[in-house]
């Protein structure tokens, strides 16, 4: 924290050989704190003025996306609360939604509801939150289901090569 207290750059990417030992190289420090669970860390971050929309190396989830899937929900409400944008993609098309209706977290699909996120995006495979949320084995996701169709969310439209086709 002697570092940020000094004025260091809190969205500096890290490429250090802890780094690269360790495979976290490329990664925002808040990024690196939100994944590890650092919450001090991830607060003290926020306070000195860390983008909480930088999208990290690799599949470029946000600090969001790695809130939702370290199911840390005080640290999605603080990145909210930071300017964080819950409709940010990452390399694959998904928003921080799509996760959470993997992997059957109410409570996120709640906030991100609550903080606007588009119920109706589709990532790059056309998969909607709504058909995520379907095709997961996680529990709660009827739930989850019901609180995105109650927002409006849409199935979305089935690539052409598949429209006409049978699918068992």
């Not at 909210?80 to 390399?91: E, I, P, Q, V, Y």
Request: proline content about 5%; hydrophobic content about 40%; aromatic content about 8%.
């Amino acid at each position: 924290m002697l570092m940020l207290d000094k004025g260091a750059d809190p969205n500096i990417v890290v490429f250090t050989l802890c780094y690269i030992v360790g495979w976290n190289f490329y990664q925002s420090p808040l990024i690196w704190a939100v994944s590890k669970r650092h919450d001090e860390v991830v607060h003290k971050l926020l306070a000195c003025g860390a983008d909480p929309n930088w999208p990290g190396a690799g599949q470029s989830n946000t600090p969001l996306h790695h809130s939702v899937t370290t199911n840390n929900y005080e640290i999605a409400c603080a990145l909210l609360a930071h300017g964080a944008d819950s409709d940010l993609r990452n390399f694959s098309g998904e928003t921080p939604l799509h996760y959470a209706c993997k992997l059957g977290r109410a409570d996120f699909v709640e906030l991100l509801i609550g903080h606007d996120a588009n119920t109706s995006i589709a990532d790059q495979n056309y998969k909607t939150p709504l058909r995520a949320a379907r095709e997961s084995e996680a529990p709660g996701t009827e739930h989850i289901i019901e609180m995105l169709l109650r927002s409006g969310a849409r199935e979305g439209k089935l690539p052409s090569f598949v429209k006409g086709r049978k699918l068992d």
